[in-house]
């Protein structure tokens, strides 16, 4: 049930007062949130360059060792094509944490870079650097959406 309240003295309808009061909470419980988001992102972007880092460094050492038989040369090459790959996966999850971490700079955080439409929060929640809502990813996993890179 709604209630109008006329204007008091000062002019200021008394539900207008609630409602921007209410809103002002819902506000900051958001700020809140994306602070929570912010501080979760930047602690896997911190992760994952010293990940990035250390398997570098692996993949240096395993190419300055100089292997004695095919054997060896095999499994330094094995190594170092592992290490390859997995530093490549390491940094497009890099790329994909900055880049969320720009959408909270920018104030698009949350918001699917394909259609605009809002990302489900526990999408959010168990992947926060996601760039598309499910319907979205669902569509490029299938191959009828064109990979954005923003």
Same mark, same amino acid.
């Given at each position: 049930?709604?209630?109008?309240?006329?204007?008091?003295?000062?002019? *200021?309808?008394?539900?207008?007062?609630?409602?921007?009061?209410?809103?002002?909470?819902q506000a900051t419980m958001e700020k809140k949130r994306?602070? +929570?988001?912010?501080? %979760?992102?930047?602690?896997? /972007? +911190?992760?994952?360059?010293?990940? @990035?880092?250390?398997?570098?460094?692996?993949?240096? *050492?395993?190419?300055?060792? #100089? #292997? /004695?038989?095919? #054997?060896?040369? !095999?499994?330094?090459?094995?190594?170092?094509?592992?290490?390859? #790959? %997995?530093?490549?996966?390491?940094? %497009?999850?890099?790329?994909? @944490?900055?880049?969320?971490?720009?959408? *909270?700079?920018?104030?698009?955080?949350?918001?699917c870079i394909h259609c605009g439409n809002e990302i489900?929060?526990?999408?959010?929640? !168990? @992947?926060?650097?996601?760039?598309?809502? *499910?319907?979205? %990813?669902?569509?490029?996993?299938?191959?009828?959406?064109?990979?954005?890179?923003?």
């Amino acid at each position: 049930m709604i209630f109008c309240f006329p204007k008091s003295r000062r002019g *200021i309808y008394l539900f207008s007062t609630f409602c921007e009061v209410s809103q002002g909470m819902q506000a900051t419980m958001e700020k809140k949130r994306l602070e +929570q988001f912010r501080k %979760q992102l930047e602690q896997r /972007q +911190q992760e994952l360059r010293r990940v @990035v880092s250390r398997t570098q460094e692996d993949g240096r *050492i395993a190419d300055a060792e #100089a #292997a /004695q038989d095919i #054997a060896d040369r !095999a499994a330094n090459s094995y190594t170092k094509e592992f290490l390859f #790959a %997995q530093s490549n996966n390491d940094r %497009q999850l890099l790329g994909m @944490v900055e880049m969320a971490l720009s959408r *909270i700079r920018e104030g698009s955080f949350g918001e699917c870079i394909h259609c605009g439409n809002e990302i489900n929060a526990k999408r959010l929640e !168990a @992947v926060p650097w996601t760039r598309y809502c *499910i319907e979205c %990813q669902e569509k490029m996993e299938k191959g009828l959406l064109e990979e954005s890179h923003t």
